[in-house]
Nanobody
Framework: VQLQASGGGSVQPGGSLRLSCAAS?????IGWFRQVPGMEREFVAA????????DYVDSVKGRFTISTDNAKDTAYLQMNSLKPEDTAVYYCAGRRTYGGLRSAYDYWGQGTQVTVSS
């Protein structure tokens, strides 16, 4: 499965961005992660393609929304009320099998940079 992330950019604090992740095939779950240089990659959000399971890291709850368009095999991360601390490279990932949504992903897309700055 190949994953192609897009939609990053620069935005002022309080602004919004929508990231997209186009998948070449279906997995059990799709997740978004982010990484700041020198820091470990952080889980952000995940959703099963069936829609039955959903998870967010506490720092984005109420601001970010993960969704999928199963007809297009595309996942989205709608990011609202962005803060400077959301600045990172964002990655989408696919998990093949049932399990915790925060780890053990099998497929990774390239990153897309999100910069939140005034």
């Amino acid at each position: 499965v190949q994953l192609q992330a897009s939609g990053g950019g620069s935005v002022q604090p309080g602004g919004s961005l929508r990231l997209s992740c186009a998948a070449s095939g279906r997995t059990y779950a799709i997740g978004w992660f982010r990484q700041v240089p020198g820091m470990e990659r952080e889980f952000v959000a995940a959703l099963t393609w069936s829609g039955s399971r959903l998870d967010y890291v506490d720092s984005v709850k109420g601001r970010f929304t993960i969704s999928t368009d199963n007809a297009k095999d595309t996942a989205y991360l709608q990011m609202n009320s962005l803060k400077p601390e959301d600045t990172a490279v964002y990655y989408c990932a696919g998990r093949r099998t049932y399990g915790g949504l925060r780890s053990a992903y099998d497929y990774w897309g390239q990153g897309t940079q999100v910069t939140v700055s005034s």
